[in-house]
């Protein structure tokens, strides 16, 4: 199936633009060439450390990663968000640095550095504190201003903590400069701590797999399957993008990139469908959200969630797996009332017939269903996805049997732009080692979190009313944290801050992890900043705020459900986290509460409904949603209530 493109920017560019990483440079042939072999290179190092690590251990490893990746991104990324795209002489000066800083453990000799931990020398100092100054400056390139103010000032924590009032619960000791940076440069808790471990060991490699399923033509067929599940309606448009959405997460794993990716495809015909242009950029930048929150891939925070839990990254997949699908839910019911609210007409899309399509292109699942299947036979996820994307590039040559350089290129050219997408996620994490590293040192994460539970303690001395209290206050920090930091590190900074918090009232590791999670990504669509949502606009050419509210309709089911985690024991078989029976009656009453919701935001059940129903299901869906007994009675309760008057109504009206 092709589609007229949209007449505007390409997808690459709006997306760029707008995602919540700076737009890359467009280099000209030699820097291109340096950095495509650079990255290629990076990616023989990551695939080798797979099967034949190094037997100096993972931190050595980490060393390299860091100090061959670091100088891509003074070559990738400009020091203004405009400029010129081919580096200057500072920013080849700056990736030499780099690279000599980055590698500087290894060149005075691996062992002998880490023998110095504690007391490193003037030289190791100098090299750290530049290692520290251009992670901080690749990040700024790469994502903002925002995280390394935030790093400066965790910095400024450490180092002035000691001049606070000692009676202060945030007061310590204070810690020196060259203590400072040999916790930063020589310490597993720093640079080189679990973020950057997750990001060299898991994140890259997944994204190296979406590159090359992408090249494989596996985005097109996933487009094209879902054009020609959906049969000729007024409600099939939106079926169709919210489908395509979240296949498309399967490759892709920047819901910006899938919102845009998928608006270049699937807007002319909303267009045609006569969705209005807030709607439909809405629609898009929900369903392109979801590819973060999808399984078998999710977002680069699943991966930590995995580390810092010490758990499979199948059992984080199991988590996922229920609330998943009622954010889709949510989404599908507010895109049926809209259709029918706005009068959506049909469309007639020239589609294949889907079982042909199956017969040419279904293997393109199977590397998907390996991912899962080898996860529960016990096999490393980093090693599943290697041999998933072994899987991808072989169905992909056999399809192309008849052009196997062509394969082939495309399949090298796949490694190294996988590598050059995961630039800015390995600068984040760099930069997040900074804030984890000085919570470590400090103790700050448990005195935040005591503050937090005490200021909810202030209001109440009720156990429960507290933890709904905390509960709230932690969803409005995650999601204020995410307006100003990428998705991974709002998840790591809440996570050492808040997440001891909610442990402290009792809350199980999974449902925290969980909550924070699902926070961090929905402050993607969170209005003022709602990036997905502005790139949406920028494809439909609709109001931004416009947009960004028809996201926030068509989500908010997704603001409320991580809720239900938390405030009750059963909240834990949403997580698939209980036995068979508790997880079907917690499902559906969750999925109730959901419909219940999309009744409210979208204004329609059979047919226009009042606002004084509308406020009837409001408690409605925050009731079941508290998944105890008495609490469900009232929400049905209310829902019968609602559904009555709305019956009445609607007969006398008619």
């Given at each position: 199936?092709?589609?007229?493109?949209?007449?505007?920017?390409?997808?690459?560019?709006?997306?760029?633009?707008?995602?919540?990483?700076?737009?890359?440079?467009?280099?000209?042939?030699?820097?291109?060439?340096?950095?495509?072999?650079?990255?290629?290179?990076?990616?023989?190092?990551?695939?080798?450390?797979?099967?034949?690590?190094?037997?100096?251990?993972?931190?050595?490893?980490?060393?390299?990663?860091?100090?061959?990746?670091?100088?891509?991104?003074?070559?990738?990324?400009?020091?203004?968000?405009?400029?010129?795209?081919?580096?200057?002489?500072?920013?080849?000066?700056?990736?030499?640095?780099?690279?000599?800083?980055?590698?500087?453990?290894?060149?005075?000799?691996?062992?002998?550095?880490?023998?110095?931990?504690?007391?490193?020398?003037?030289?190791?100092?100098?090299?750290?504190?530049?290692?520290?100054?251009?992670i901080l400056e690749a990040t700024r390139r790469t994502t903002g201003l925002v995280l390394p103010i935030v790093c400066l000032l965790f910095l400024a924590y450490a180092y002035y903590g000691g001049f606070l009032p000692q009676n202060w619960g945030i007061a310590h000791a204070g810690i020196d400069f060259s203590q400072i940076v040999n916790a930063l440069f020589n310490d597993a808790s720093g640079f080189y701590g679990?973020?950057?471990?997750?990001?060299?060991?898991?994140?890259?490699?997944?994204?190296?797999?979406?590159?090359?399923?992408?090249?494989?033509?596996?985005?097109?067929?996933?487009?094209?399957?879902?054009?020609?599940?959906?049969?000729?309606?007024?409600?099939?448009?939106?079926?169709?993008?919210?489908?395509?959405?979240?296949?498309?997460?399967?490759?892709?794993?920047?819901?910006?990139?899938?919102?845009?990716?998928?608006?270049?495809?699937?807007?002319?015909?909303?267009?045609?469908?006569?969705?209005?242009?807030?709607?439909?950029?809405?629609?898009?930048?929900?369903?392109?959200?979801?590819?973060?929150?999808?399984?078998?891939?999710?977002?680069?925070?699943?991966?930590?969630?995995?580390?810092?839990?010490?758990?499979?990254?199948?059992?984080?997949?199991?988590?996922?797996?229920?609330?998943?699908?009622?954010?889709?839910?949510?989404?599908?019911?507010?895109?049926?009332?809209?259709?029918?609210?706005?009068?959506?007409?049909?469309?007639?899309?020239?589609?294949?017939?889907?079982?042909?399509?199956?017969?040419?292109?279904?293997?393109?699942?199977?590397?998907?269903?390996?991912?899962?299947?080898?996860?529960?036979?016990?096999?490393?996820?980093?090693?599943?996805?290697?041999?998933?994307?072994?899987?991808?590039?072989?169905?992909?040559?056999?399809?192309?049997?008849?052009?196997?350089?062509?394969?082939?290129?495309?399949?090298?050219?796949?490694?190294?732009?996988?590598?050059?997408?995961?630039?800015?996620?390995?600068?984040?994490?760099?930069?997040?080692?900074?804030?984890?590293?000085?919570?470590?040192?400090?103790?700050?994460?448990?005195?935040?979190?005591?503050?937090?539970?005490?200021?909810?303690?202030?209001?109440?001395?009720?156990?429960?009313?507290?933890?709904?209290?905390?509960?709230?206050?932690?969803?409005?920090?995650?999601?204020?944290?995410?307006?100003?930091?990428?998705?991974?590190?709002?998840?790591?900074?809440?996570?050492?801050?808040?997440?001891?918090?909610?442990?402290?009232?009792?809350?199980?590791?999974?449902?925290?992890?969980?909550?924070?999670?699902?926070?961090?990504?929905?402050?993607?669509?969170?209005?003022?900043?709602?990036?997905?949502?502005?790139?949406?606009?920028?494809?439909?050419?609709?109001?931004?705020?416009?947009?960004?509210?028809?996201?926030?309709?068509?989500?908010?089911?997704?603001?409320?459900?991580?809720?239900?985690?938390?405030?009750?024991?059963?909240?834990?078989?949403?997580?698939?986290?209980?036995?068979?029976?508790?997880?079907?009656?917690?499902?559906?009453?969750?999925?109730?509460?959901?419909?219940?919701?999309?009744?409210?935001?979208?204004?329609?059940?059979?047919?226009?409904?009042?606002?004084?129903?509308?406020?009837?299901?409001?408690?409605?869906?925050?009731?079941?949603?508290?998944?105890?007994?008495?609490?469900?009675?009232?929400?049905?309760?209310?829902?019968?209530?609602?559904?009555?008057?709305?019956?009445?109504?609607?007969?006398?009206?008619?």
């Amino acid at each position: 199936m092709t589609t007229e493109p949209v007449e505007r920017d390409s997808p690459a560019e709006i997306a760029a633009e707008h995602d919540e990483e700076r737009p890359a440079r467009k280099l000209s042939r030699v820097p291109d060439r340096v950095v495509y072999f650079v990255a290629l290179a990076v990616a023989v190092l990551v695939l080798k450390q797979v099967f034949f690590p190094f037997a100096k251990g993972n931190q050595f490893y980490l060393v390299l990663f860091l100090g061959v990746t670091l100088p891509l991104i003074f070559l990738c990324y400009r020091p203004r968000l405009r400029g010129r795209d081919d580096p200057g002489w500072t920013d080849w000066a700056l990736a030499v640095l780099a690279l000599a800083v980055g590698l500087y453990p290894v060149f005075v000799g691996y062992d002998d550095f880490l023998n110095r931990q504690g007391i490193l020398s003037p030289l190791d100092i100098v090299a750290g504190a530049l290692l520290l100054v251009l992670i901080l400056e690749a990040t700024r390139r790469t994502t903002g201003l925002v995280l390394p103010i935030v790093c400066l000032l965790f910095l400024a924590y450490a180092y002035y903590g000691g001049f606070l009032p000692q009676n202060w619960g945030i007061a310590h000791a204070g810690i020196d400069f060259s203590q400072i940076v040999n916790a930063l440069f020589n310490d597993a808790s720093g640079f080189y701590g679990t973020p950057l471990d997750v990001a060299a060991s898991y994140i890259v490699l997944f994204t190296l797999y979406g590159a090359v399923l992408n090249a494989s033509g596996a985005g097109q067929f996933f487009v094209d399957i879902s054009f020609a599940a959906f049969r000729r309606s007024r409600t099939a448009p939106g079926r169709t993008t919210v489908l395509s959405g979240f296949l498309l997460g399967t490759v892709s794993g920047s819901g910006t990139a899938t919102a845009v990716s998928l608006g270049s495809i699937t807007w002319p015909i909303l267009e045609k469908a006569r969705y209005p242009k807030e709607n439909a950029g809405g629609l898009l930048a929900a369903s392109g959200i979801g590819a973060i929150l999808s399984p078998p891939t999710l977002g680069a925070a699943a991966f930590i969630i995995a580390e810092y839990l010490q758990t499979s990254y199948l059992k984080v997949l199991v988590w996922a797996t229920v609330p998943t699908l009622l954010y889709y839910l949510g989404i599908v019911f507010a895109m049926e009332a809209d259709a029918r609210r706005f009068k959506a007409e049909a469309v007639d899309v020239p589609h294949a017939d889907p079982w042909n399509l199956l017969r040419r292109g279904g293997y393109h699942f199977l590397s998907l269903a390996i991912i899962v299947v080898f996860l529960a036979l016990d096999i490393p996820p980093f090693a599943a996805v290697v041999y998933a994307t072994g899987v991808a590039a072989l169905f992909a040559l056999i399809a192309r049997r008849h052009d196997v350089r062509g394969w082939a290129k495309d399949m090298v050219d796949a490694l190294s732009a996988g590598v050059r997408g995961a630039l800015p996620v390995i600068a984040v994490c760099a930069a997040a080692g900074v804030i984890t590293s000085t919570i470590t040192k400090t103790g700050l994460g448990l005195e935040l979190a005591d503050a937090l539970v005490e200021l909810a303690g202030v209001l109440t001395d009720n156990g429960t009313v507290v933890l709904i209290l905390t509960v709230l206050l932690s969803a409005v920090a995650v999601g204020v944290l995410g307006l100003a930091v990428p998705v991974t590190a709002s998840f790591i900074i809440a996570w050492v801050v808040i997440g001891p918090a909610l442990e402290t009232l009792g809350v199980a590791d999974a449902e925290r992890a969980m909550f924070i999670f699902y926070y961090a990504v929905l402050s993607e669509v969170t209005p003022p900043t709602a990036l997905a949502a502005v790139a949406s606009a920028a494809i439909t050419g609709g109001s931004v705020l416009g947009t960004m509210w028809q996201c926030w309709k068509y989500t908010l089911p997704a603001f409320l459900v991580p809720i239900a985690f938390v405030l009750t024991d059963n909240g834990a078989a949403l997580l698939l986290e209980s036995d068979v029976l508790t997880v079907l009656w917690v499902t559906a009453v969750s999925a109730l509460a959901v419909a219940a919701l999309a009744v409210v935001t979208g204004g329609w059940l059979f047919g226009p409904v009042s606002l004084p129903v509308r406020l009837l299901f409001v408690p409605a869906a925050l009731c079941l949603l508290y998944l105890e007994p008495v609490p469900i009675a009232i929400g049905a309760a209310c829902g019968a209530g609602a559904l009555l008057t709305h019956a009445v109504i609607k007969r006398r009206t008619a």
